[in-house]
């Protein structure tokens, strides 16, 4: 059939083909909204593909995106969609609305024990149980609580609220943060006097909110990352914090650079970290110095990658330099900032992942073989490692403790046990639990949590952390939930998630796949799993799913797949390569329109991630490859299971067009009739309201999905 449709101004061809008879579905029989198809031929590199969804893609001028700004037809195709979704996930509400329920009900109330700050004040949120938002306070060293503020009132009036860098000033008498109040990930600064009670916005807009901001040594000055119209952070400001004109500090001109700004651990300096995914470049403003341009710590050397911090009289600079993929760590002199020795060598496939100093001992969080320890060193040389015995575990450092603690705080936990806090004294080595988040009604040893290896076509090891009931015997086939990233050289930790409990309680299995493209076995695994090797990440997905079939954990045909954002990527590919692997597949903001994303010069990300993508603009080999693996690209005639993609309407990193045009792709090619349904959120960004009772929400639905899914499979 050929018609001829009128689109933003433009007459355009609009083709389509008669689908095939499509066998009874177990779903509400609903007509999807049909998405014009056009001829729209893109030439690159001298290749020509056909982007036939390439009109959903709309950026404004000025502002940010709302329904009422897009073009008419590009409006109401996406008012369709809203309706759909809605139509098809209707009657999973009452199983959506029981999850929902048991959630709450397990909900504890949490009090996080924060460590205390140099001069003795105890920071501290609480999420009372009930409530969706956080309770800031302080507790002075004479044990009088001060309530700071309730972000319940800072969300009033606000269809999207999310929070970020809450932090205190070294004299204790500011306290900052970023928040969100639009959806776009472009935040405001907030500032409290702690002594007068009154908040004060010092940024109105476009500041950059994740590790974006800082108090200088002094307590004098702000510290912030300015965003530009692209949403690249790309310039460091100085304001007072009483008030007062902002000054530049320094400018980005680089869009291939990213900029973070924190304080060393002894607030001896303000560091401005410039680097990407293959480079950096730290500046140090000394204090004492707070208003005079930063020095650069190395000139930026593509390959090179370095941070820094300091412990006692030298600074720290962990580095891949010379070969050390997996990190060492160097002592420099703090004036001259030559190297004076060598104080962790490289060790191949031990990673460091982060240094946090203390006066009396330096932290080494680290991984060996997929699993986290904690290495102390003193200054006398000697080291003691500090390990736990679970099958799967996560480790977190606490941020903001005192340079003078005694001990430091770390946050344990398992998929099978909430967060736990431990001081591990660094006289004795004593650890001290200083709080435990309980959850009502729940039991850690009614679930087993195991560390399967599932094999690769090359020979691989991939690990997966698996969660079960323990009344479930191991050799008993149950539905499963199958989860992963693989991207950027992030490890997919074994936290816990009362969600993920709640699906287990239902019946299922619930898998962590730590494929490659993470960082769980080191540098190596990540560079196996990027650019011209990105396709491991999704066979590794589709062998630890075959294993767990394989070994009896998961019933056949009842496996549905779940990633977010490159997660996404993960898990559609994955589905492209082998659609009948799959029972469901959910997808949140998927990163989908790889070669198109990868092609757009001016999107906020891009020039950053080409390391780990590849260029397509200028690479044709870089091009040939992630057009062969793309989501959006590599979508065939094969009956493609459920499909439940997510998308926010603000989101400047994935945007709403990605999933919108793969979900379009899928209907338009998929010879069953299952439904591909994209639920679009017109007021998030990439990630939701930082709502508790939101969460919870989205997890229902998506575990209602899963079980109609493996139920009708």
Not at 274 to 280: M, Q, T, Y
Not at 672 to 681: I, K
């Amino acid at each position: 059939m050929i018609a001829v449709s009128f689109f933003d101004g433009f007459f355009i061809l609009v083709t389509s083909t008669a689908s095939p008879a499509l066998p009874e579905s177990p779903w509400p029989d609903l007509p999807p909204p049909l998405a014009p198809r056009e001829q729209r031929e893109i030439l690159q590199l001298g290749r020509s593909r056909i982007d036939a969804y390439a009109w959903m893609k709309f950026i404004p001028q000025s502002g940010s995106r709302s329904l009422d700004l897009l073009p008419s037809p590009l409006r109401e195709h996406l008012k369709a969609e809203m309706d759909y979704a809605q139509g098809i996930l209707r009657p999973l509400e009452p199983e959506a609305e029981r999850f929902h329920r048991r959630m709450v009900e397990r909900a504890p109330e949490i009090n996080e024990p924060l460590p205390a700050s140099s001069t003795g004040w105890r920071y501290d949120f609480k999420l009372p149980a009930g409530c969706s938002h956080r309770i800031f306070c302080r507790m002075g060293p004479d044990g009088e609580e001060q309530l700071l503020f309730d972000e319940a009132d800072r969300a009033s009036g606000h269809a999207y609220y999310r929070a970020t860098g809450h932090q205190h000033s070294p004299d204790d008498r500011w306290f900052v943060w970023a928040e969100d109040v639009v959806g776009a990930d472009r935040h405001r600064i907030c500032v409290l006097d702690m002594v007068s009670g009154i908040i004060r916005t010092v940024v109105e807009a476009d500041a950059f909110g994740y590790g974006g901001f800082t108090f200088s040594p002094s307590s004098r000055h702000l510290f912030w990352i300015w965003r530009d119209a692209h949403s690249r952070p790309t310039r460091l400001y100085r304001s007072p914090v009483e008030g007062g004109e902002a000054v530049l500090v320094h400018e980005e001109h680089d869009p291939a650079i990213f900029m973070q700004v924190a304080r060393t651990a002894a607030d001896s300096f303000v560091a401005l970290t410039l680097g990407g995914p293959d480079v950096s470049e730290v500046r140090l403003i000394a204090a004492g110095a707070e208003t005079e341009p930063p020095r650069i710590l190395r000139p930026r050397q593509r390959g090179i990658r370095y941070e820094v911090n300091e412990w006692g009289d030298a600074l720290l600079m962990l580095t891949d330099a010379d070969g050390a993929i997996d990190r060492k760590l160097l002592c420099l002199d703090p004036v001259s900032f030559a190297v004076r020795r060598e104080l962790v060598p490289h060790r191949p496939g031990v990673p460091i992942i982060a240094v946090l100093p203390f006066a009396d001992a330096l932290v080494r969080l680290e991984r060996v073989e997929g699993l986290q320890r904690l290495v102390l060193t003193y200054p006398d040389g000697k080291e003691t490692t500090v390990g736990f015995d679970e099958p799967a575990y996560c480790l977190e450092l606490t941020p903001a403790q005192s340079y003078a603690a005694r001990q430091v705080r770390i946050v344990h936990q398992t998929p099978a046990s909430p967060p736990r806090w431990i001081d591990v004294d660094f006289a004795s080595g004593a650890r001290c639990v200083v709080g435990q988040e309980r959850l009502k009604g729940f039991d850690p040893a009614a679930y087993r949590v195991e560390r399967l290896h599932a094999r690769a076509a090359d020979g691989e090891c991939i690990h997966i952390t698996v969660l079960s009931r323990r009344d479930a015997a191991a050799e008993t086939p149950l539905p499963l939930l199958l989860t992963g990233y693989g991207a950027y050289g992030i490890a997919s930790e074994a936290r816990f998630s009362l969600p993920a409990t709640v699906l287990v309680d239902a019946g299922f299995r619930y898998a962590i796949a730590h494929v490659r493209g993470g960082s769980e076995k080191g540098a190596r695994w990540y560079r196996d799993g990027c650019r011209m090797n990105k396709r491991n990440s999704m066979t590794d997905f589709i062998a630890c799913a075959q294993h767990l079939q394989g070994i009896g954990h998961a019933a056949p045909g009842k496996i549905v797949a779940h990633g977010v954002s490159a997660g996404g990527l993960l898990v559609c590919g994955a589905m492209n390569i082998d659609p009948q692997s799959w029972a469901g597949v959910i997808a949140q903001v998927p990163f989908v329109d790889m070669l198109n994303t990868m092609s757009d010069a001016d999107h906020p990300l891009v020039p950053l991630l080409r390391p780990d993508w590849g260029d397509p603009l200028a690479d044709p080999e870089a091009y040939d490859y992630i057009a062969s693996i793309s989501p959006y690209e590599n979508v065939k005639r094969a009956a493609y299971p459920p499909l439940l993609c997510t998308a926010g309407l603000k989101d400047d990193r994935v945007p709403y067009w990605e999933p919108a045009k793969l979900v379009a792709n899928i209907r338009h090619l998929s010879t069953g009739g299952n439904p591909a349904v994209l639920q679009l959120d017109p007021d998030s960004g990439h990630q939701q309201s930082d709502d508790l009772d939101r969460e919870f929400a989205q997890a229902a639905l998506f575990w209602a999905f899963a079980q109609h899914c493996v139920a009708v499979a």
